[in-house]
T-cell receptor
Framework: QKEVEQNSGPLSVPEGAIASLNCTYS??????FFWYRQYSGKSPELIMF????GDKEDGRFTAQLNKASQYVSLLIRDSQPSDSATYLC???????????FGKGTMLLVSP | DAMVIQNPRYQVTQFGKPVTLSCSQT?????MYWYQQKSSQAPKLLFH???????NEADTPDNFQSRRPNTSFCFLDIRSPGLGDAAMYLC???????????????FGPGTRLLVL
């Protein structure tokens, strides 16, 4: 069973703060990791991917990967109310050709 | 703009009445996926096509079928919808499975199905 675990939240942060979203995965051989943002009633939208240990930055978003700990995170700097959404972590387990999704963490950014 | 299109965006059907959901793509991607997503849950993969090759997930009920008549279109047929089938149905595409580490899936807007 290939599992991806996320805290369902909600994670509440004030506007301008750093939001930290976390994800753990069970398959040690997993190679690619993705963060999707999903607004209520909408479909998931890709915002970041990472496949090397360390940090990857894209604008206000930073993805962090630690394969030894089987842990991937997403940091959102200068959080805005428009960042309020559910963030889905998705993983390609080894030997699989389809993504495994976590249940997502709801982020609420208050003005 | 290249995109994934789903029709209709909202579908209301009656218990037991067959329904078909449509997905089309202009990305020329080889793979098309159908997911079911219920409130506060992860998207659940139902099946996917790699070109014409159909791949069914082991726990997808027989009530769900799919057709892919050409590269651009894929359909989800629910033969006898039950109340438990009310959900958002998401179509996604990708160029090919695992061509490269950054290859991933791109989603259409979804169809919300209501079963009365």
């Amino acid at each position: 069973q290939k599992e991806v675990e996320q805290n369902s939240g909600p994670l509440s942060v004030p506007e301008g703060a750093i939001a930290s979203l976390n994800c753990t995965y069970s398959d040690r051989g997993s190679q690619s990791f993705f963060w999707y943002r999903q607004y209520s009633g909408k479909s998931p939208e890709l915002i970041m991917f990472i496949y090397s240990n360390g940090d990857k930055e894209d604008g206000r978003f930073t993805a962090q990967l630690n394969k030894a700990s089987q842990y991937v995170s997403l940091l959102i700097r200068d959080s805005q109310p428009s960042d309020s959404a559910t963030y889905l972590c998705a993983v390609f387990p080894s030997g699989y050709s389809t993504l495994t999704f976590g249940k997502g963490t709801m982020l609420l950014v208050s003005p | 703009d290249a995109m994934v299109i789903q029709n209709p965006r909202y579908q209301v059907t009656q218990f037991g009445k067959p329904v078909t959901l449509s997905c089309s793509q202009t990305l020329n991607h080889n793979v098309m996926y159908w997911y079911q997503q219920k409130s506060s849950q992860a998207p659940k993969l139902l099946f996917h096509y790699y070109d014409k090759d159909f791949n069914n997930e082991a726990d997808t009920p027989d009530n769900f079928q799919s057709r892919r008549p050409n590269t651009s279109f894929c359909f989800l047929d629910i033969r006898s919808p039950g109340l438990g089938d009310a959900a958002m149905y998401l179509c996604a595409t990708s160029r090919a499975p695992r061509l490269a580490l950054q290859e991933t899936q791109y989603f259409g807007p979804g169809t919300r199905l209501l079963v009365l």
